[in-house]
């Protein structure tokens, strides 16, 4: 151990006091303040030369207190080896940055520039933490109003009462006119639009990392929900009345329903959200899986439908299964068990296989996930944890 071999190298009392918490002169008697379990672990490891983890103990305390007694994760057994390295890369530090120069502040001395960067980091968390600050709460709650609103003007938009009175046809509808940008819903659509756009380019100009904040993925759906609009207007105004709009219709129309991205920032201010996004992100290994377990049972499962339905001379040939990727569609439908009774096998050997088919999509889809669920409640009790965090700030703030 470095630090056992640290104290045995010290010349003076001094030098002791620098390695260890204190120390009896009369009985030659030495105090560390650490985890006396883990340290007789530790001392195992020194006797017998294997190294793991406490029972009930969590790794990433068992792992600072072996960089304590100057010991590394190779050190440890292979089992434990993975065990930490699985640990640290499913966690994810919550914790905010510190102040910068916080000491300094308290003598009375603020070096240049600690003001604007103490601004910036309050508007920064007033937009990306809607729990850290009143403010942030009141801003949060406008931003989920205005996606509301756009959501029902959207789905209110494709109601045929909605575009009966004009009689306009669906590529009309599509254009950004100077007449429809007067209606109601061209008026509140614009007003939605204007304060998403004044939201991102805020947050964008009180960010950190640029770069960083270009890569998020909440980010790029924010784009993904406020680009098409101006693109269809300019694709509008550039066109005009010419009859190359009809043939842009299509892609306008596409455009603009793809802000229903706009729903996904709802991400921003709710943890159910939240939690489903960051389980996938960290259980892609198991989806990769269960999809991998699909794609096979499917391929397998289809050339036999297809063989045993219409491959085979039987006298009777089912038409829903002439190829195998046609008996896909019905492989998928009957492993994920919903069943929609459009195709069906007909024969013995061919209802024998579906039901060989149900129950081996049963079996494959269940093995995963316990694997995700117990990640789900990781990343929910993580994210829970960061909120009641920064609800905390928020009561002290309400309180002064």
Not at 22 to 43: K, L, Q, V
Not at 106 to 122: F, I, N
Not at 180 to 193: F, L, Q
């Amino acid at each position: 151990l470095r630090r056992v071999s640290r104290l045995h190298g010290c010349l003076s009392e001094q030098d002791v006091l620098e390695v260890c918490d204190d120390y009896d002169r009369e009985r030659n008697e030495y105090f560390f303040d650490r985890h006396s379990e883990a340290f007789g672990f530790i001392m195992l490891y020194v006797r017998h030369g294997h190294l793991r983890f406490v029972p009930h103990m969590c790794e990433l305390s068992f792992y600072n207190e072996m960089i304590y007694w100057g010991l590394e994760g190779s050190h440890l057994d292979y089992c434990c080896q993975r065990r930490l390295d699985d640990r640290m890369s499913e966690t994810c530090t919550y914790y905010a940055a510190e102040e910068p120069n916080g000491g300094l502040e308290g003598k009375g001395r603020r070096p240049p520039g600690a003001e604007g960067r103490k601004w910036l980091e309050r508007m920064r968390r007033t937009f990306e933490e809607p729990t850290s600050s009143v403010a942030a709460q009141v801003l949060a709650t406008v931003s989920i109003l205005f996606v509301i609103v756009s959501m029902v003007v959207l789905c209110a938009s494709t109601l045929p009462e909605w575009r009966a009175p004009e009689n306009r046809s669906v590529e009309e509808q599509s254009r950004y006119t100077a007449e429809s940008v007067r209606e109601p819903s061209g008026i509140i659509e614009a007003i939605c639009i204007g304060w998403f756009t004044a939201e991102c380019i805020v947050r964008f100009i009180v960010s950190k990392n640029k770069c960083e904040f270009v890569r998020r993925p909440l980010n790029i759906i924010d784009l993904l929900a406020i680009t098409p609009y101006y693109i269809s207007v300019l694709m509008t105004v550039f066109t005009g009345e010419n009859s190359q709009l009809q043939r842009a219709g299509v892609t306008l129309r596409v455009l603009r329903m793809m802000r229903i991205f706009w729903v996904i920032k709802l991400a921003r201010h709710f943890i159910g959200l939240q939690t489903l996004g960051l389980t996938l992100k960290r259980c892609y290994r198991e989806m990769v899986m269960l999809l991998v377990f699909i794609c096979v049972a499917m391929a397998i499962f289809s050339a036999l439908s297809q063989l045993l339905e219409n491959g085979l001379d039987l006298g009777t040939k089912n038409k829903d299964y002439a190829s195998i990727p046609a008996a896909c569609w019905w492989v998928i439908i009957s492993m994920t068990t919903v069943g929609y009774g459009d195709m069906c096998p007909i024969t013995v050997p061919g209802r024998i296989l579906g039901g060989i088919c149900v129950v081996s999509g049963i079996v494959l889809l269940a093995l995963p996930i316990t694997f995700i669920y117990h990640s789900f409640v990781q990343c929910y009790h993580e994210l829970k944890f960061r909120s009641a965090r920064y609800s905390r700030s928020l009561s002290a703030e309400f309180l002064n």
